[in-house]
């Protein structure tokens, strides 16, 4: 499966985002999704996952902030991202996995490219 992120950009603190995630293929519904990000300097980390089941998990630094959400019909995952801090700048990368399931700690079958998403202060 192909992966295509984008939405990212510049915005100031406290405000929001949506990045999408189209995918190719026509198993989309079966993956598990989700989204990781990587800062400068720091390793990539998990920031939210939806099965293929619909369970969905989110990092703590995010919950109640982010809303990951999946659209089977248009094979695209999304990312709402709200009152944004400094602190969520990074290249965000959307990920899928065949198991149907996003773990935290387990790299995804596939990547995106990523996309770039700066807080301002």
């Known amino acids: 499966v192909q992966l295509q992120a984008s939405g990212g950009g510049l915005v100031q603190a406290g405000g929001s985002l949506r990045l999408s995630c189209t995918a190719s293929?026509?198993?989309?519904?079966?993956?598990?999704m989700g989204w990781f990000r990587q800062a400068p300097g720091k390793e990539r980390e998990f920031v939210a996952g939806?099965?293929?089941?619909?369970?969905?998990d989110y990092a703590d630094s995010v919950k109640g902030r982010f809303t990951i959400s999946r659209d089977n019909a248009e094979n695209t995952l999304y990312l709402q991202m709200n009152s944004l801090t400094p602190e969520d700048t990074a290249v965000y990368y959307c990920?899928?996995?065949?198991?149907?399931?996003?773990?935290?700690?387990?790299?995804?079958?596939?990547w995106g490219q990523g996309t770039l998403v700066t807080v301002s202060s």
């Open positions: 293929g026509r198993t989309f519904s079966s993956y598990g």
């Open positions: 990920a899928a996995d065949s198991s149907g399931r996003i773990w935290r700690v387990v790299a995804p079958d596939y």
């Open positions: 939806v099965w293929a089941g619909g369970i969905i």
